[in-house]
């Protein structure tokens, strides 16, 4: 599973966790994430994350 950080806030999108506090099952992988899928934190939208090692 990888990870995804967001460049504006920092915020980490862990597939492994998913993001259960917004519907979001652990396992999703980000590409299967909603087109819509914006960071919690700050609200910027998926083009804005890089995945990380």
């Known amino acids: 599973m990888k990870k995804y950080v967001?460049?504006?806030c920092?915020?980490?999108?862990?597939?492994a966790l998913g993001d259960p506090d917004n519907g979001i099952a652990p396992?999703?992988?980000f590409e299967?994430?909603?087109?819509?899928?914006?960071c919690?934190?700050?609200g910027v939208?998926?083009?804005?994350?890089?995945?990380?090692?």
């Open 6 to 8: 967001c460049k504006v």
């Open 27 to 29: 396992g999703t992988k």
């Open 32 to 38: 299967d994430l909603p087109a819509d899928f914006v």
């Open 10 to 15: 920092g915020w980490i999108y862990d597939e």
């Open 45 to 53: 939208g998926k083009d804005e994350f890089e995945e990380i090692e």
């Open 40 to 42: 919690p934190l700050c």
